[in-house]
């Protein structure tokens, strides 16, 4: 490689770079422009900047960097898959760490219908509920708090959840409804509903699960929390953060490979938070 081959080679690498600084400030703006605050301005201002965005990467310079990258890659498929923020987790099978793609799961374990982790340990029971929230709400950002037969799980700045519960034989508790709201809403309750789609949507999501299976306490309450990242995490089958159809979020869950994997409820075929 000459030296002009070099830097040709670096400039491209820096246009990636700054590519995906773009791409996370684009995962950023739905939730911006959600807010019921937003001027028409500022989303006047946002759709500006992913035009720019748009054209940006549609241009010779970024269009050069990525087929270059897209030829490496086919070039040299080699352990892709451990070298990214993967290798925190356990060691994927052999055959998939060999592709860098996106997979789509289509052979989900037959049989297995629950969308959760196993969890080893019991579900919680009334008489250990409140030590249990005093413990939550100490080491998480999420706040539990209870009155009566109802818990509210705010996720900050993101969402407000309302379950009521019920206790069964061996005093675990159950919820049996989930309601979700935006943080700024004024009121709330576990009856009542959104007036945004998005968590209208959310809210029917949980609804279904809790239907389809008898979940622990504190299985649910890691579901709920992990839709702090519900404005900014993109579809594992279409990639886009809001669904090209009614603008939703990917709301439906599912944990594989030890962790969550986000989906829209049009992009979701098998059994699921859908
Ligand atoms: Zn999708």
Redesign the pocket.
């Known amino acids: 490689m000459t030296s002009s081959d070099l830097q040709i080679l670096k400039e491209q690498i820096d246009s990636l770079q700054e590519l995906k600084k773009n791409i996370q400030t684009l995962r950023a703006l739905p939730v911006g422009l959600l807010q019921p605050t937003t001027s028409t301005g500022s989303v006047t201002e946002g759709l500006k900047s992913v035009r720019g965005i748009a054209e940006e990467v549609l241009g010779e310079k970024l269009q050069g960097a990525l087929s270059r990258a897209k030829g490496s890659l086919e070039a040299d498929r080699t352990d892709l898959a451990l070298a990214g923020r993967r290798d925190k987790r356990k060691p994927r099978p052999q055959t998939s760490a060999a592709s860098p793609e996106i997979y789509v799961g289509k052979d989900r374990a037959v049989g297995h219908t629950s969308i959760f982790p196993l969890l080893a340990e019991e579900g919680v029971k009334m008489e250990g509920l409140v030590d249990w929230a005093r413990a939550f709400n100490r080491t998480q950002d999420c706040k539990l708090r209870i009155q009566d037969k109802v818990l509210r799980l705010s996720v900050p700045e993101i969402m407000t959840t309302y379950m009521s519960f019920g206790v069964v034989e061996d005093r675990q508790i159950v919820v049996e409804t989930i309601r979700v709201f935006g943080s700024r809403e004024a009121k709330g309750g576990p009856h009542g509903q959104s007036g945004y789609t998005a968590f209208q949507q959310l809210s029917q999501e949980l609804g279904k699960v809790l239907e389809q299976e008898r979940v622990k306490l504190q299985s649910l309450v890691d579901l709920v929390i992990s839709y702090s990242s519900l404005f900014i995490t ?7 953060v809001v ?2 159809e009614r603008h939703v979020p ?1 709301v439906v869950r599912r944990w594989e490979n030890d962790g969550w994997v986000s ?2 409820v ?3 075929d098998g059994p699921g938070v859908g």
Not at 234 to 240: A, K, P
């Open positions: 993109g579809c594992r089958v279409c990639g886009r669904s090209s990917a989906e829209h049009s992009c979701s």
